[in-house]
C-alpha cells in the first residue's frame, strides 16, 4: 500500500469571527457597533449586527421593571431562545459568505443569567436542554466588555440615547458587575473601562478585535494615535493603483439640531449597490472631549430624517477609498459633484498614527501626491465645507470648535477670510510633499551646493 503523502495544514481561506459586545448600560456599545462595521467592511469583510434581542422584545410593550419573579423567569427563557434563533440566522448567513466575516452580536446568550439566580438560570438552561459551555464557549469566539459609563465617566452617563434604557447610575453600575460576572469564564473576554476619553475607548475596542482576528494595521488603534489630515493633488487611474483597494459611494447629510453646540449627521455608504445608513450626533466639548454616538439605522429611519436636514448645508458626496500601505490603513475622500465650489477637486488623505510629523511624512505613500497636512484646519471639516453660502457670509455658522459655552465661543471668533484663502492656496499651488527622506535630504544638500 503506498504511503499517504502527509502535508502541512492549510489555514482556512475564509474567516468567520463571532463578537459579542457586553457591558453596563452606555458603555458605547452601539457606537463601538458602528465604528467596527465601518472598519471591517472598508477591508473587505462582510459585516453582520445581531440586534440586542431584549431591546426588541421589550420595544414591543414590556417593562422589565414590572415583571413579577414568574415573568421574568419566563421573559429570560423566551429571551434566550429568541436570542439564539436570531443569531443562528447570521451565523447561517455568514457560512456561506465566500468573504470573511465579522458578526457583532449586540448581548449574548450569557447576558440573560444576569439578571437572575444561579437556580432559576440552571432552569432555563434543563428545560431549553443548553449547557453553560455550548451557549458560551463554543458559541462565541470573542467577548469585549465596554463598561458603563457610570463607572468613572460618571458625567458622560445618559440614558437620553437609548430608548429602552432607564436605569439610573447606581443601578447601572449594579448591571455592568452583572454583566461582567455572567461571562468571566469565557476564554477570550476583554474588557474596555474609561480610564481614557471616549475616542480612546473605542479605539482600544477595534484594537482588541483586530488583533483577535490577527490582522495587522501597524499603530492605527493604539492609545496614543492620532487623526491626520493631509490635501492630495490627484490620483491615478483605478487600474493603475499600486495597491488593493475597497471604494465605497458615501452621501452625508446634516440635519437641523435642536439642542445648543450639537452636530447631527446621516450617512449613506453603498457598496456593490448595497446600502448602510448611519446617525450620528457630535456633541459638544465636555471636560476636553468630543464625544461622537454613532448609531445603525434603518432605510426608513433614514428616510424619515432626511425630512429634517439643515438647507443651510448641502449633501457631501464623495468617493471613499480604503486601502493599505506597509500595514497602515489609509482612506482617500474623494469629493464629488454636485457640490460646493470649494469642495471641487478636493481629495483628502486620512489615517491614524503614534509617529511625529517628520516620521509620517517620510512613510506615506510614495504613489500619492500629497501637499498639505490640514490636520486640525477648520477650513477642512466636512461641517464647514458642506455650508451652502459663501463663509464670509456665514461667519456665524462657521466651527471652529464645538462648544456649548457662549464666552468662549466669543472669545474664538475665527477668521473666515484667512480660512478661505488657505482652502483655495492648498487647491492651486502646484508643490508637493517630498515623501521620502533620503530624497528630501538629497534635494536639501543640493541646494546647499548650489549656494
Known amino acids: 500500500m503506498k504511503d499517504l503523502e502527509v502535508k502541512d495544514p492549510i489555514p482556512p481561506t475564509k474567516r468567520i469571527h463571532k463578537l459579542v459586545l457586553t457591558g453596563g448600560p452606555c458603555g458605547g456599545k452601539t457606537t463601538g457597533q458602528a465604528h467596527l462595521a465601518t472598519f471591517f467592511e472598508s477591508l473587505g469583510w462582510k459585516v453582520f449586527r445581531v440586534p440586542e434581542t431584549a431591546t426588541v422584545l421589550m420595544s414591543g410593550g414590556i417593562s422589565f421593571g414590572d415583571l413579577n419573579e414568574e415573568q421574568i423567569l419566563d421573559f429570560q427563557e423566551h429571551l434566550v431562545s429568541t436570542m439564539m434563533a436570531l443569531e443562528d440566522t447570521y451565523f447561517s448567513m455568514a457560512e456561506k459568505c465566500a468573504q470573511n466575516v465579522l458578526i457583532i452580536a449586540d448581548r449574548g446568550t450569557m447576558d440573560a443569567s444576569a439578571f437572575i439566580s444561579r437556580d432559576a438560570w440552571e432552569k432555563i438552561l434543563t428545560k431549553l436542554g443548553l449547557e453553560d459551555i455550548e451557549i458560551s464557549d463554543n458559541r462565541y469566539n470573542h467577548i469585549v466588555h ?36 455572567a461571562w468571566r469564564d469565557h476564554p477570550y473576554v476583554d474588557i474596555i473601562d474609561n480610564r481614557s476619553d471616549f475616542d480612546s475607548k473605542i479605539n482600544r475596542l477595534i484594537d482588541l478585535v483586530v488583533k483577535r482576528t490577527g490582522i495587522n494595521v501597524g499603530d492605527r488603534f493604539s492609545a496614543n494615535s492620532r487623526k491626520v489630515k493631509f490635501v492630495v493633488s490627484g490620483i491615478c487611474p483605478d487600474s493603475d493603483f499600486p495597491v488593493k483597494f475597497t471604494d465605497f459611494q458615501v452621501v452625508h447629510h446634516y440635519l437641523h439640531s435642536a439642542q445648543k453646540g450639537f452636530q447631527t449627521r446621516l450617512r449613506k455608504r453603498v457598496r456593490n449597490g448595497r446600502a448602510t ?25 433614514y428616510s424619515n430624517l432626511l425630512a429634517h436636514r439643515d438647507d443651510n448645508h448641502l449633501p457631501i458626496f464623495k468617493t471613499r477609498r480604503s486601502f493599505l500601505y506597509e500595514n497602515q490603513q489609509y482612506q482617500l475622500d474623494i469629493y464629488r459633484a ?15 498614527t503614534t509617529s511625529n510629523d517628520d516620521e509620517l511624512v517620510d512613510s506615506l505613500p510614495p504613489f500619492l501626491k500629497v501637499k498639505k497636512n490640514v490636520t486640525g484646519d477648520p477650513a477642512f471639516s466636512m461641517y464647514n465645507l458642506s455650508i451652502r453660502s459663501d463663509w464670509e457670509d456665514s461667519a456665524e455658522q462657521f466651527c471652529h470648535r464645538l462648544s456649548s459655552d457662549d464666552e468662549e465661543e466669543e472669545e474664538n471668533v475665527y477668521d473666515v477670510r484667512q480660512a478661505h484663502e488657505r482652502l483655495v492656496h492648498v487647491s492651486e499651488e502646484n508643490t508637493v510633499f517630498d515623501v521620502r527622506r533620503n530624497e528630501r535630504q538629497a534635494s536639501e544638500s543640493d541646494s546647499v551646493a548650489s549656494l
Not at 445608513?277 to 429611519?301: A, C, H, M, N, Y
Not at 454636485?338 to 491614524?352: A, V
Open 277 to 301: 445608513f448611519t446617525f450620528t450626533v457630535r456633541k459638544p466639548e465636555l471636560q476636553g472631549q468630543t464625544v461622537e454616538v454613532k448609531q445603525p439605522i434603518s432605510q426608513r429611519d
Open 338 to 352: 454636485p457640490c460646493h465650489s470649494r469642495c471641487k477637486n478636493l481629495i483628502l488623505l486620512e489615517t491614524f
Open 146 to 181: 465596554m463598561q458603563s459609563a457610570a463607572i468613572g465617566a460618571e458625567k458622560f452617563y445618559t440614558t437620553e440615547d437609548h430608548a429602552a434604557r432607564f436605569e439610573g447610575i447606581e443601578l447601572a453600575r449594579e448591571r455592568d458587575n452583572r454583566a461582567m460576572e
